[in-house]
């Protein structure tokens, strides 16, 4: 009877390790996965924050020679602070918010924004930005028009010049006998 109840006992352990070990690969296995998805999370956030300060870079390009300011919708910004009257982004790629008098509460970076604030931002102001970029192209187009008219003009003039200089010597040649 005893070695009966030791048996039992032997099985009864065996079959708690079994399950044991059943779980503990369970737990080792959801561990692994929950690795690679943590893994792969900080990957997205290095290519988030990669794009992020591209895209910063590429809009302070765009701004600064025209350096225009754009202003943003406080909804975007999801600010709380009643103080603040209006927001506006610089071509230097500074958020400021300002308060009803036109001073200015706070200057922060774009790139110091939440990613979904920074999207808000970005979409807001593209519209505006093309306009500006547009706009740009126009003034930079009218001036080359003006610079081309010009340059045909003088050329007129200097082909016009040449022809009478030309003439004007051969008149002045005595002739040969």
């Known amino acids: 009877m005893a ?3 030791q048996l039992q006992n032997s099985e009864i352990i065996s079959t708690i390790i079994e399950s044991d070990s059943e779980d503990i690969a369970a737990v080792c296995a959801a561990i692994n996965s929950l690795e690679e998805e943590c893994g792969q999370i900080n990957e997205l956030a290095k290519l988030e924050a990669y794009y992020s ?4 870079d590429q809009l302070k390009q765009i701004m600064t020679p025209g350096k225009t300011s754009f202003p943003i919708n406080l909804v975007a910004i999801s600010t709380s602070d009643s103080s603040v009257a209006d927001a506006v982004l610089t071509s230097e790629g500074i958020i400021c918010l300002r308060n009803g008098a ?16 920074f999207l808000k931002i970005v979409e807001e102001i593209l519209p505006e930005v093309k306009n500006v970029v547009n706009n740009a192209q126009e003034k930079s187009s009218e ?5 081309e008219r010009i340059s045909r003009e003088l050329r007129k003039i200097v082909h016009g010049e040449s022809t009478v200089n030309q003439s004007s010597e051969s008149a002045e040649l005595p002739e040969q006998s």
């Open 3 to 5: 070695q009966e109840s």
């Open 53 to 56: 300060r591209e895209i910063i």
């Open 102 to 117: 036109g001073k200015v509460l706070l200057r922060k970076p774009l790139k110091e924004f939440a990613s979904e604030t």
């Open 143 to 147: 001036r080359l028009s003006t610079i």
